[in-house]
């Protein structure tokens, strides 16, 4: 049974930093490549982050590209996301998620139709 769950989220200020952990089992988990959503509240989700199996390749939202930083170790079956400078409207639930493929397509991992796994989430919420 595959599992991904994530971790590290919490109250935070603006301009502050964090770092949310996805661990992923029963999965083979340098066959995935890994992706980091958000849904913030009343509205749909949409895609962060997104890595490669071999950490070759990563793609960002141009809404968060220099502030959102994406990592894997394949060692410890996790991927990360760092997330600095956080603004209030970053206030959301981040979803980790999953897809069989090489990551080597930014079609294919910015969309969240593409994916086979999901984690349940964990909320992220900045004051202002």
């Known amino acids: 049974q595959v599992q991904l769950v994530e971790s590290g989220g919490g109250l935070v200020q603006s301009g502050g930093s964090l770092r949310l952990s996805c661990a992923a089992s029963?999965?083979?988990?340098?066959?995935?490549?890994m992706g980091w959503f958000r849904q913030a509240p009343g509205k749909e989700r949409e895609f962060a982050a997104a890595?490669?199996?071999?950490?070759?390749?990563?793609y960002y939202a141009d809404s968060v590209k220099g502030r959102f930083t994406i990592s894997r170790d394949n060692t410890k079956n996790t991927v990360y996301l760092q997330i600095d400078s956080l603004k209030p409207e970053g206030t959301a639930v981040y979803y980790c998620?999953?897809?069989?493929?090489?990551?080597?397509?930014?079609?294919?991992?910015?969309?969240?139709?593409?994916?086979?796994?999901w984690g349940q989430g964990t909320q992220v919420t900045v004051s202002s």
């Open positions: 998620a999953a897809v069989r493929s090489d990551g080597s397509s930014r079609y294919t991992l910015t969309r969240s139709n593409n994916y086979d796994y």
């Open positions: 029963g999965l083979t988990f340098s066959s995935y490549a």
């Open positions: 890595i490669s199996w071999n950490n070759a390749y990563s």
